[in-house]
């Protein structure tokens, strides 16, 4: 991701703090220091608001850490047995009241002024309440892949979720509901909020505002089965006529077809049982919507870029893009694979 | 009977043949040789974790690495997690739970001999039984194969639709039996040291270790009983068609998540406070002083004990449990960290203005105390609820319990093995062989853990087999399999140093470390029934008052 002006101080911000925890070979990695997926590099108020938690924390910590190491590191040297050791037992202490009242007084402080700020970004990250103009998503997690729907807008998609970009003068936030088909299954573009889970039967949600536009990663952050690893996470932020269009485009069906051999082949196989190509009679539900697949950069939730050559090799054999995935091998021939990876190509 | 005439059957004494041994020692009920199982089977399933770990870190040395498949990574992770804390972790704590707590409070064994060796046997079956599903458990691909749900198998994914075959139940089966191994032994200590203590040693005088086990052995009875009740409902789920956690019939995956972490939290208080019980004995030994503030150690043991009960779902903040319920579980969380900073500070002060001695267990339990600093810190991050609600589930959290679980624990554990060597075996152990482990680990440790923590901030959840190029991940994976190449090595220094001590090490006296508790009174290695005269004591440090006649401590206590 590049830097912009804005920012550039939570990069510093967080490049210190990397610092921190690894001193010198922070630098050890000059190729890439910085991570599309920093923790450290908010871009939205919720990342933003855990941002500033996260460094009263770590230099809270921090202090406690250089105070109790130093005494540490006073005492093994100051203390330890010197060569010319007399035998004898130093003097036996065996405690004393004031000095564990101090330390016992002092970190409970610490934990008050803690759970404090802890406290005023809980309440201000979760009870948000939602703005009317706010876009409204549905995130489905399924095994291994992302379902979004845009109630109200008719607009349903898979693995690429697109969202408005929110400026100084008008937030326009989306908020997202966040549902399981299947197992638990987390949520999480680490520059645009923590993450939360989606659950089967325990309904979730949260928001995001991101304040620049770009494309921002992340991926399922809660195991939920062999190919946890390749679900990818993609969020298009988009300026708000971009977005707008890309709405627009993505409620219009299929357009028909000029392919129609793979079309026939595509609604003879099973792929009619688990895909949908709306204005078509395949409606299946299992997998991604297909209606747009040709709008969207990356397949099968970003585990492979969206060229023919992938296409065709995904619907050859999945297994060899994403071992495991529930996607079965459906045994084409390579006539019938050319003509329905032609057909997939139509649906823009 | 009289109890010089017992001696302590030694192996190499020729006159047994192997059978009669083997006889003696299946069916022993003397809590020495129960101590020792429990260590050596441990041992046994240390170096099976750490195999499956190595395999895991290969994996992930760079980005889309084929080294192994996502189901077979699945189940390294799930068997490795699963083995370090259910069969090496608890086993070996309760092995020198079993081993030592007798000889410090000056009993002549348990209070329980026989539940004691039944509690180890289904410990022991337990962990065999997990291992029987490599070959056991028939699963999807007709071949067998092992659980590979993760340590914590959160519903639903060990539901009949997710998890086919029988490996989740091999899993679950193993919990459940060497659960109610661990319930006994805990039951067994808490007997044994509420009722089996020598003359003259009340509650306020016996040695830290005993408290430390005893609160232990308290939070292993609460906490490991809902875990075997979850358990239990799994298996009605699977195959009585109950819909406890089935979300596809109404059930719950939330309630899995309560109920695993209510054991889970304390379970990690069961780990660490045996650690702590091990540090309370070796720092003051080798500074050269009593253990500072042994009252406000006790009351802190015991406020962690209490604490630890309420804080579970702070492994949860990502579930969606509400503001409330999050500000709840920061403030409980958070409140542990202070009676765990003051068991620190009184670990600092033992040693101000002691004579401190570079022994190896002393340099493990100085490292520990630098390591524990930092996942106490780590962990205080993780519990402000919206920090972790970036770095939960995260590589930062994999460092942040390993930096407890390795940092902390592991060390003081190599610490005691080294410490207590000489008295369990009767042999010294090789103190260059000793440092050079120390050195090898340290050195692989925090290569290991330190760096691990870089990735999670990036951004990298934990559990996944392989990881896109250019998040910034590769070169911190890289460091971090490195690491793990040397504490192999310090491991392999670790069990080469016991093997050849135990054949050709120096004949070990009775108290080498010049140490103050009434385990180095007895024989190294102690008779069966350790004590031919039950001691009466007059204060904690029984053999500094024998050692000093006109400085006794009970004068201050
Ligand atoms: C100051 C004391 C500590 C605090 C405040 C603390 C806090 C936390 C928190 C909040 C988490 C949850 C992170 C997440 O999953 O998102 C966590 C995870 C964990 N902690 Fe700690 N911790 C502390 C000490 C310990 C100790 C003493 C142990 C072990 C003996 C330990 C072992 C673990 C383990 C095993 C996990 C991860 C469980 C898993 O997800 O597999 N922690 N800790
Ligand atoms: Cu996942
Ligand atoms: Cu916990």
């Not at chain 2, 509690?119 to 056991?136: E, I, K, N, P, R």
Request: charge should be neutral; charged fraction near 10%; hydrophobic fraction near 50%.
């Amino acid at each position: 991701m590049q830097l912009r002006g804005s920012n550039q101080w939570h990069f510093l911000g967080s490049q210190i703090l990397v610092c921190v925890c690894c001193t010198a070979a922070a630098f050890a990695d000059p190729a890439s220091p910085f991570s599309p997926t920093n923790i450290f590099a908010p871009a939205s108020t919720p990342a933003k608001s855990i941002f500033g938690l996260s460094l009263f924390v770590l230099a809270v910590t921090g202090a406690i850490f250089l105070v109790v190491f130093t005494l540490l590191l006073y005492s093994v040297v100051k203390f330890r047995k010197r060569k010319n050791d007399d035998g004898r037992e130093p003097p036996q202490v065996y405690g004393s009241n004031q000095v564990e009242l101090a330390w016992t007084v002092i970190p409970v402080l610490i934990v008050v002024a803690l759970f404090m700020a802890t406290a005023r970004v809980i309440a201000s990250v979760q009870k948000t309440a939602r703005p009317d103009n706010a876009i409204e998503v549905v995130a489905i997690g399924h095994q291994f892949w992302w379902e979004y729907r845009y109630p109200g807008l008719g607009v349903v998609t898979a693995n690429e979720l697109h969202v408005p970009v929110s400026d100084d003068n008008q937030s326009s936030p989306t908020f997202i509901k966040l549902f399981s088909a299947d197992t638990d299954h987390s949520f999480w573009i680490p520059r645009l909020a923590g993450k939360t889970d989606l659950i089967p039967n325990h309904p979730n949600s949260m928001w995001i505002d991101p304040h620049e536009a770009g494309i921002y990663l992340g991926q399922c952050a809660q195991y939920c089965g062999t190919q946890h690893a390749k679900m990818l996470l993609r969020v298009y932020v988009q300026p708000r006529a971009d977005f707008d269009r890309w709405i627009q485009e993505q409620r219009q069906p299929a357009t028909v077809s000029a392919a129609s051999q793979g079309q026939r082949i595509f609604e003879t196989t099973a792929c009619i049982n688990c895909h949908t190509v709306a204005g078509t009679v395949a409606n299946g539900r299992f997998g991604p919507d297909l209606t747009h697949l040709m709008s969207r950069d990356t397949i099968a939730a970003g585990a492979a870029k969206n060229t023919p050559e992938n296409l065709r090799q995904w619907i050859l054999n999945p297994d060899t893009i994403k071992p495991g995935s529930l996607m079965p091998a459906m045994q084409l021939s390579g006539q019938d694979l050319e003509a329905l990876t032609t057909y997939l190509e139509t649906l823009r | 009977m009289s109890t010089e005439s017992i001696a302590w059957p030694s192996t190499a004494a020729g006159s047994r043949s192997f059978v009669e041994t083997l006889h003696e020692w299946v069916t022993t009920v003397d809590h020495k040789r129960l101590g020792i199982l429990y260590i050596i089977y441990a041992l046994v399933f240390l170096v099976i974790g750490g195999i499956e770990a190595t395999v895991i870190r290969i994996q992930l040395i760079r980005p889309h690495n084929d080294f192994v498949s996502p189901q077979v990574f699945n189940r390294l992770f799930t068997m490795h997690g699963t083995t370090m804390i259910f069969f090496v972790v608890m086993p070996v704590l309760f092995g020198f739970a079993n081993y030592l707590i007798p000889l410090m409070i000056g009993a002549r064994d348990m209070a329980f001999p026989r539940l004691n060796a039944f509690s180890f046997w289904m410990t022991a079956f337990g962990g065999l039984f997990l291992y029987f599903s490599v070959v056991g458990a028939n699963g999807l691909y007709g071949a067998g194969n092992a659980p590979d749900v993760g340590w914590f198998a959160y519903a639903p994914l060990t539901s009949q639709t997710f998890s086919l075959g029988h490996s989740t139940d091999f899993w679950t089966l193993a919990l459940l039996v060497s659960g109610f191994g661990s319930i006994g032994t805990a039951i067994n200590i808490v007997a044994t040291v509420l009722c089996m203590r020598c003359p003259g040693m009340t509650l306020a005088k016996m040695p830290l270790f005993a408290w430390l086990n005893l609160v232990m052995a308290g939070l292993v009875i609460l906490a490991v009983s809902p875990l075997t009740a979850a358990q239990i409902m799994l298996l009605v789920d699977r195959y009585l068609g109950g819909h406890f956690f089935d979300t596809q019939a109404g059930g719950s995956a939330v309630i899995w998540m309560h109920f695993f972490w209510i054991f889970g939290h304390p379970e990690v208080y069961v780990l660490v406070l045996p650690a702590f019980a091990f540090a309370s004995e070796i720092i003051p030994v080798f500074s050269r002083k009593p253990i500072f503030g042994y009252p406000v150690m006790v009351g802190a043991t015991v406020a962690i004990g209490f604490i630890s009960m309420s804080v579970w779902a702070h492994h949860m903040f990502t579930v969606g449990m509400g503001a409330a319920a999050n500000t709840f579980f920061v403030i409980s969380t958070m409140a542990i960290a202070v009676p765990t900073g003051i068991k620190i500070f009184n670990w600092l002060a033992t040693m101000w203005g002691g004579k401190i001695e570079f022994k190896t267990p002393m340099l493990f339990c100085i490292a520990f105390l630098f390591q524990f600093l930092i996942a106490g810190l780590t962990g205080v991050m993780l519990g402000a609820a919206p920090f972790d609600w970036q770095l939960g589930n995260s590589y930062f959290v994999v460092a942040h319990f390993h930096y407890v679980i390795v940092g902390g624990i592991m060390f003081t554990l190599f610490g005691a093995f080294y410490y207590w060597f000489p008295k369990m075996s009767g042999k010294m152990y090789s103190e260059t062989l000793g440092k050079l482990h120390f050195w090898l680990f340290v050195i692989g440790f925090h290569l290991t853990f330190d760096f691990m923590h870089i990735p999670g901030i990036l951004g990298m959840p934990r559990r996944i087999y392989t990881y896109e190029p250019g998040r910034g991940w590769d070169t911190w994976n890289l460091i971090v399999t490195i690491g793990v190449f040397f504490q192999a090595a310090g491991i392999l220094v670790f069990l080469g140093n016991l093997i050849w001590s135990y054949f050709r090490g120096e004949l070990a006296d009775n108290d080498p470390w010049d140490a103050w508790t009434l385990e180095w009174s007895a024989h190294s290695p102690p008779p069966a029934y350790n004590f031919a005269l039950i001691p009466t004591v007059k204060s904690r440090r029984p053999l500094w008052d024998l050692k000093h006649p006109d400085d006794p401590d009970w004068k201050y206590e």
